[in-house]
């Protein structure tokens, strides 16, 4: 599957992107991890030596919404590994918040690590991989197109880049698919925390609303990913990995 592919991964850190690091180089993919945070990536590597391999991983600490560190780091890419296949777009920040507490900040820094990101990423890539075959793989969320309540700008993000999705894989098909992975309850921290799911109380009812009857583990993404991966008739499409707890 990967022929010493090159998979950049955006927000690749933390959460759902650094068990996918974890999971790719293990099949030995050349990968470039994206971070913001320094400590996210030492507490990464130190707990993931096979991480700390040259050869095969490149960390690149960039802002994805700024365009000129965005086009260093795929810069760099290409230096190094001479190629890049697969972006996965999985940076992003939340800023809950009541409506009318959004501040303009709140909403500008949402917008942008994840809007504007995916499009700035999005773009570089193209620009970057300008032979191979290609697949962009970016991330939504379920309350972009049902809402949810404190999270009018992290919403609206989601919202636009089903959107964005669309547009991307008309433009650039044949040659690049773009496609939407949307997880759902995944044991991520942000999930556990946000709905209180290491409570008896927050757990039954999320549960509740699932009726594969658990929440979603890291390797249920993983395995959808890889699907994705290799799916090459599908282009301009939503993935759900939620239980069945939204239905499209």
């Known amino acids: 599957m ?3 592919k090159v998979i950049v991964i955006t927000g690749g ?3 759902l ?3 996918l690091a ?3 180089v293990s099949k ?3 990968l ?3 971070y913001f945070v320094e400590q996210d990536i030492q507490e990464l590597i130190n707990n993931n030596p096979e991480l700390d391999n040259k050869d095969k ?3 690149f600490q960039a802002n994805v919404s700024d365009r000129n560190q965005v086009r260093s780091m795929f810069d760099q890419t290409i230096k190094k590994f001479g190629r890049v296949d697969i972006l996965l777009n999985f940076a992003g920040i939340n800023r ?6 959004i501040t303009d900040d709140m909403w500008d820094g949402v917008i942008a690590a994840h809007l504007k990101g995916h499009f700035i990423c999005g773009q570089e890539y193209v620009l970057h991989n300008t032979d191979n075959e290609g697949l962009i793989l970016n991330i939504g969320a379920a309350c972009g197109q049902i809402g949810r309540k404190n999270g009018a700008n992290f919403c609206s993000a989601k919202g636009a880049i089903f959107a964005l999705t669309k547009c991307m894989a008309l433009e650039l098909a044949p040659r690049i698919r773009v496609n939407c992975l949307v997880p759902g309850s995944v044991r991520t921290r942000e999930v556990l925390d946000r709905y209180d799911l290491e409570t008896d109380k927050g757990l039954e009812k999320e549960l509740a609303t699932l009726p594969m009857g658990r929440l979603g583990e890291f390797e249920d993404i993983v395995h959808m990913v890889e699907s994705i991966i290799n799916s090459k008739f599908t282009t301009g499409s939503n993935f759900y990995a939620n239980g069945g707890q939204y239905m499209h």
Request: aromatic share 14%; glycine share 8%; no cysteine.
């Open 2 to 4: 990967n022929e010493n």
């Open 13 to 15: 850190a933390t959460g």
């Open 17 to 19: 992107g650094s068990e």
């Open 22 to 24: 974890k999971y790719f």
């Open 28 to 30: 030995d993919f050349r």
């Open 32 to 34: 470039v991890i994206n």
């Open 57 to 59: 991983v490149m960390t």
């Open 96 to 101: 809950d918040a009541p409506f009318t507490e």
